[in-house]
């Protein structure tokens, strides 16, 4: 098997104003054809530098410097950029992190993949309209004849990432650079995906570099990993032995961040990566690990470590596997600097076996039992949000988008409840009906007693402060223009929210107090004070998401709506950002409303889940109920689908077929009914009523029996 793309000692470098930044150092892999090579690391890493190094797409600061990316053995470096235009789209497409920004707000779908399919296949007219319907199907874009014509801003946050991947797969290339491909995807559509990445691949002979935080979608997707840290490679391995037997420190410790319902019914704080990843700006003397590492010991702030061979194609660059150094492993490590002597490391610390650094320290109040209070903070009774069809010259009103309908739910005081689905199903609508964000066409929301419909707006912006919205993408919602320090202060200033423990201060300088407030704020979820005076675009996608949530902290709410808060985070940062969740639930009785796609994240945060499908939620009940026995067969689908690190899993997966249906023109009868395995006559003809499984655990399904006969509730939902 040939190698499609081979990285020989990379250097790319950024001009900043400050000073040189080596965001890839050395930086040495191959792809070989119809290969999956997933390359794992933090945000800040230099993964995304990597894959636009490859493509030649550096920023104007950015400059490679040296080394060699030869595809089929022709070296990229050396291209003129007239020949690299011919290339890119057609023999390597790339899948960017980020569709927004990838993506012209200012033409179609059609058109945007038509540019692909002109310039490398010269298919124009019906031939390319076919064609284009054709890959939007493939990607799970319902509605493609009519959606191919719309505009990104017309598409949910996770069919914009479809669109990405759609264009990406129009040219079939031989090299598909996949940067977080399935980071906003639900895990039906993930699943839809990864299975046509990997169909593609074994036609085609295709080579993937898979660049993800997911390691559930490493394990599923990886022939071979590579971890990445501040700038170059730790550890290399296949896929079978990394997941077996991770033997670098920072791998071990991102396998220990992944949350899960055993470490929350254990009450066990996750174990999050203490610090942050060194600036890539300075001069590197030992291991880049070292501040973080608990096995450093005073050898590796000295020397940086060499490579050192494990068992077959396992690699690893770290001081505690060099042979060279036999018996001075410990003796540097009772002389060293530090003092400490580097602990003893187990190797069969993969799937099945706890970290060492793990203690019981971490244990902390987390339980179910230990939530504060169960009084209800918010109810939302018959929820509905429809949005108008214009046509014609008059732009009259010829139907309804029917993003939800009817939707009930309730959410007590310093609890969680998890809403989870498709993308595309409403899930964020809920939310932004909730806050009063956008305006309801039916239904009563209940904040504290009080009802918000119809609340006159001065009452209302008195209350904003208690109730915030961590949004799904960190880069539109925060302000290209201002600096950070500004964005989290413009919501304190905005609803005259002050420090009170230090009110007497805040008299006389509350531009310092807020300022104090700001640097604790970013400290608490993870990054460095200094970072205040910087722009959004000067930071990672993780580090924006972290900022975000900074934000809707700096007004002390008290229900938070979290719209994929962690969804592009890495894991190590995603385990502070749910550390971080779960200490202020505590701590302040804070409630959320958590609309994610991680099934792994709903496990450890939630208390209860609701499952949703096109504008309406199908069960309902406690993390156990939903998650161990799902009833509904949406939920069933949902969880066969969630990519899961198990080298041998015999789990049974269940692959719905067709498309998710337009909100605009639902099916009659169960909405799921065209997907459904287990479809019968009358699902065809009315909404099934609740089915009750126990006093919180719910199902619209006819599969079970009905509370309500059928014709009573089809009255009901009339």
């Not at 290339?87 to 993506?103: C, V």
Request: charged share 20%; aromatic share 4%; net charge negative.
């Amino acid at each position: 098997m040939s190698a499609v793309l081979q990285i020989s000692n990379l250097e790319t470098i950024l001009h900043t104003e400050a000073t040189l930044v080596r965001a890839v150092d050395g930086l040495t892999l191959q792809v070989m054809r119809g290969e999956t090579f997933a390359l794992l690391g933090e945000s800040g890493c230099g993964k995304s530098m990597t894959a636009l190094s490859v493509m030649r797409l550096l920023p104007e600061i950015g400059e490679i410097v040296g080394g060699s990316v030869k595809l089929d053995g022709e070296d990229l470096l050396l291209l003129p950029e007239t020949v690299m235009r011919s290339i890119r789209g057609k023999r390597i497409s790339m899948i960017f992190q980020e569709p927004m920004l990838s993506l012209n707000p200012v033409m179609t779908v059609a058109q945007q993949i038509g540019e692909v399919l002109r310039r490398h296949f010269n298919l124009r007219g019906a031939v390319a309209q076919k064609r284009i319907q054709q890959i939007l199907n493939e990607v799970g874009i319902p509605d493609a004849s009519q959606r191919m014509n719309e505009y990104p801003f017309q598409f949910s946050g996770g069919m914009k990432q479809r669109m990405m991947i759609a264009m990406a797969l129009a040219g079939e290339p031989e090299l598909l650079i996949a940067d977080e491909p399935t980071t906003a995807l639900d895990v039906t559509i993930q699943a839809q995906v990864l299975n046509l990445m990997r169909d593609l691949q074994q036609r085609e002979g295709m080579g993937i570099l898979l660049i993800t935080h997911d390691l559930g979608v490493a394990a599923e997707m990886a022939h071979r990993v590579g971890i990445m840290y501040a700038g170059e490679m730790v550890e290399t391995a296949t896929r079978e032995d990394f997941f077996r037997e991770p033997a670098h420190p920072y791998s071990r410790k991102l396998l220990a961040s992944l949350p899960g319902r055993d470490r929350r019914r254990q009450g066990l704080r996750l174990a999050a990566i203490s610090g942050n990843v060194p600036p890539l700006s300075r001069e590197f003397v030992g291991c880049r690990f070292a501040d973080r590492c608990d096995q450093a010991w005073g050898l590796c702030h000295d020397v940086a470590p060499g490579w050192a061979a494990l068992a077959g194609e396992h690699h690893v660059r770290c001081h505690l596997f060099n042979q060279n150094l036999g018996s001075r492993v410990n003796e540097q490590g009772q002389q060293g600097s530090r003092g400490a002597e580097p602990e003893a490391l187990t190797l069969n610390s993969g799937l099945n076996s706890r970290p060492a650094d793990e203690s019981n320290t971490q244990i902390t109040s987390l339980t179910p039992e230990s939530r504060v209070s169960h009084s209800c903070l918010l109810s939302a009774n018959d929820l509905k949000v429809y949005f108008p069809i214009r046509k014609g010259l008059m732009k009259h009103v010829v139907g309804h988008v029917k993003a939800v309908d009817g939707v009930s739910l309730e959410i007590g005081l310093g609890k969680t409840l998890a809403l989870v689905g498709e993308s595309g199903c409403g899930k964020t609508t809920v939310g932004k009906g909730i806050l009063q964000l956008i305006p309801l066409s039916g239904g009563s929301v209940r904040y504290n007693g009080l009802e918000l419909v119809g609340l006159e707006r001065k009452r209302l912006r008195k209350l904003r402060s208690e109730f915030q919205l961590i949004f799904q993408d960190p880069y539109s919602s925060l302000n290209p223009r201002m600096r950070i320090v500004d964005i989290i202060e413009e919501g304190m200033n905005a609803l005259n929210v002050e420090d009170d423990s230090k009110a007497s201060d805040a008299e006389h300088q509350p531009d310092i107090v807020k300022r104090h407030k700001v640097d604790a704020l970013l400290e608490s979820v993870g990054l460095p004070p200094e970072a205040k005076w910087r722009y959004p675009h000067e930071f990672s996608g993780g580090q924006r998401q972290r900022i975000a949530i900074a934000r809707a902290l700096a007004v002390n709410p008290k229900l938070i709506v979290c719209d994929e808060p962690t969804s592009a985070l890495d894991v190590s940062v995603q385990a502070q950002i749910l550390n971080l969740l779960n200490e202020l639930q505590d701590n302040l009785g804070l409630a959320y409303l958590f609309i994610t796609h991680n099934i792994s994240v709903v496990e450890y945060l939630a208390d209860e889940v609701a499952v949703m499908y096109l504008g309406r939620i199908v069960e309902r009940g406690s993390v156990d109920e939903v998650l161990i026995s799902p009833r509904h067969p949406y939920t069933q689908a949902l969880m066969a689908a969630i990519p899961v690190i198990e080298l041998e899993s015999k789990r049974h997966i269940i692959r719905l077929h067709g498309d998710l249906p337009s909100p605009a023109n639902p099916p009659a009868g169960c909405h799921f009914h065209p997907r459904c395995p287990h479809v019968m006559p009358i699902c065809r003809e009315v909404y099934p009523a609740t089915s009750s499984f126990s006093p919180t655990h719910t199902a619209h399904c006819y599969l079970y029996p009905q509370e309500l006969d059928s014709a009573a509730h089809l009255e009901s939902q009339a």
